[in-house]
Each structure stands twice: as structure tokens, then as C-alpha cells.
């Protein structure tokens, strides 16, 4: 081979490189931190196809870094700090409680909520049209929806007069939602019972406080220690006969019995187009915070024949999903 012919052959070659290694080789792929509490797989899972869609290919123009907590609370501002350490250019928070964690952190590294509470309320950002710091994403507090909850858990329960609320002080959340509880429990002329579970050494301990109040269904609503102690509630709500709506449909396939809630694959699918909008520069404070636009409803006939409810054909009908 002569020398112009090598030369462009190796030309050929090294213009034939894809982007993302000559970027890699450059050191300049970006790494995103990915900071939850234990969150399921098919989450990261809808975050990564986000990416790939939007051209990213892992460990090739992009690198994800996950950290886990694994339930454990305590850990996440040590997983925030290894993220930081990093250098991560963007930090994607799983939860309310991962992004106070990573908040505490850094206040310069972008954080994207693939999923959260009560943005404003809870201090991450000033409003959800212009959150004005490093904090943006999506969350999942939306008007109206514990009424619709409520709604149909009275559908699949027509003599219910009195609910209970589960609900956690240190969620920042919560406070929002059990005002929201209240209120619709109120115009649908239904009774309150709130049971506060601040560890899940008191979840039997608020559960014998529900028996006693003669309540006849109640709401879990979002939380990661709630997530944790899973099969615990849904063994208490089985032992004690009662009916419950929670706030994942993950509940309702490990046995609970009804769920109505954001599509929360879709808003981790969604983080990562902010993901991409900051890494080409966009600055998080002038990202609105988004928040779902699909819902799905979750019915398990399984467990309703086992507290001897009979479902009417309306409620079925309106599932997405029916569990037998």
C-alpha cells in the first residue's frame, strides 16, 4: 500500500468514528447521576429508553451513575455526595426525599425530579412556572386527584362513611396532601381518620388505631418508607379486612387492591427529555416543573373477592389494568 492510500484509509477511518467515542476519547461525555431510594427497574429502565430516543447511547456519548439507598434514608446524603464527587453534570432524583438529599448537596449541579410532591411547599423550587434554581422536573401533586380516588373507592365501596389517611410528617408532601384528603373527603361527605407513621416500627400501631376508628377503607399515599414496608401494609390491609386505594400500581401487582395515579414510567421517560435540554445548556431555574399527564387505574379481583367486595362493571370498566 502506498502512503497517500494509507493515509486515506486511516483518515477514512478516524473520520468514521462515531461521535459519541471521539466525544468519550475527548472526555467529554456527560455523566448523569440517577439518585433513588429504591426505585423499580422498569423506572430506570423507561429513563434509559428516554435517553436512547433522544440519541444517547450508555457508556458511549452518555454515562449514568445509580445510587441506591436501598430504603435505607439515612444513606442518601453520603449517595448525593458520591454523585457530587463525580462530577455528574446532572442529578435525577427519584423521589421528594432524594432530591432534599441531593439539595443539601450542591446547589450548583442541575437536579431533574423524575417524581415529587410538593415542589414549592417543600422549598425546591419558587413556583412551579419558573422554580428559579438548580431544581426542575415533574411533579406528581395534581388538583382533584385524592377526590378521584376517593370517588372510587366509594364506588367500590358504597356504604363507606368513614376512610383513614396513612401519612408521614418528615414527607414534605404530606402535609399538602392531607389537607387535600380533608377537603375532599368533605365534599363527598366522608369522615377522616389520620394515622401518622413516622417509622415502620408504627405501622401496627396505626393500623390499631384505623381498626378502632371503624373506619371502612384507606389511603397510602406516596412515600418512599411506605414503598419499603410493602408487604407489611398489604399484609395489615389483608389481616384487617380492609380495603385500600394507594398512590402505585406497584401495590395493587404485589396484591393491594386499588391504585390510581400518575403513569410514573411515563414521567421518568419524561426526566429525561430535561436531561437532554440541560446538557445542550438549558438552565434549570427556567425549566417549569411539569406536571402528569397520564393516569392509570389499577384494580386487583383477586384480593376483592377476598374482602368479598363485588366490583360493579362500571368501576372494571374504567381500569387500565384488571389484576384476576
Known amino acids: 500500500m502506498d502512503r497517500r492510500a494509507f493515509i486515506s484509509k486511516v483518515g477514512g477511518s478516524v473520520l468514521a ?44 456519548n452518555i454515562v449514568i451513575e445509580i445510587r441506591s439507598s436501598e430504603g435505607k434514608s439515612e444513606r442518601l446524603p453520603s449517595l448525593a455526595t458520591e454523585l457530587v464527587k463525580l462530577n455528574v453534570s446532572v442529578i435525577v432524583a427519584s423521589s421528594s426525599d432524594t432530591t432534599r438529599a441531593a439539595q443539601d448537596i450542591t446547589k450548583t449541579i442541575p437536579i431533574v425530579m423524575a417524581l415529587s410532591g410538593d415542589p414549592v411547599g417543600a422549598g425546591f423550587a419558587a413556583s412551579l412556572a419558573r422554580p428559579g434554581g438548580n431544581i426542575t422536573g415533574f411533579t406528581t401533586l395534581v388538583a382533584g386527584l385524592y377526590t378521584k380516588r376517593l370517588q372510587l373507592m366509594r364506588e367500590a365501596v358504597p356504604k363507606l362513611r368513614r376512610v383513614a389517611a396513612l401519612w408521614r410528617r418528615e414527607n414534605p408532601s404530606h402535609r399538602a396532601i392531607v389537607k387535600e384528603i380533608e377537603e375532599a373527603a368533605s365534599s363527598l361527605g366522608l369522615q377522616v381518620h389520620l394515622a401518622e407513621v413516622r417509622n415502620p416500627g408504627e405501622l401496627q400501631q396505626a393500623f390499631s388505631a384505623i381498626t378502632k376508628a371503624r373506619v371502612g377503607a384507606f389511603l397510602v399515599p406516596g412515600d418512599n418508607m411506605f414503598d419499603v414496608v410493602k408487604g407489611q401494609l398489604l399484609d395489615l390491609a389483608s389481616r384487617n379486612q380492609l380495603p385500600a386505594m394507594y398512590a402505585a400500581k406497584t401495590y395493587v401487582e404485589a396484591g393491594g387492591l386499588m391504585s390510581y395515579a400518575a403513569d410514573q414510567n411515563d414521567l421518568f421517560h419524561r426526566a429525561a427529555g430535561y436531561v437532554d435540554r440541560i446538557l445542550k445548556g438549558a438552565k434549570p431555574g427556567d425549566l417549569p416543573i411539569q406536571q402528569p399527564t397520564k393516569f392509570e387505574f389499577f384494580i386487583n379481583l383477586k384480593t376483592a373477592n377476598a374482602l368479598r367486595l363485588a366490583f360493579p362493571r362500571t368501576l372494571i370498566l374504567q381500569a387500565d389494568k384488571v389484576i384476576e
Open 17 to 60: 468514528l462515531p461521535v459519541a467515542v471521539e466525544a468519550q476519547q475527548a472526555g467529554k461525555v456527560p455523566r448523569v447521576g440517577l439518585l433513588t431510594a429504591g426505585v423499580s427497574q422498569d423506572r430506570i429502565d423507561a429513563f434509559r429508553e428516554g435517553l436512547r430516543q433522544l440519541g444517547y447511547l450508555e457508556d458511549q
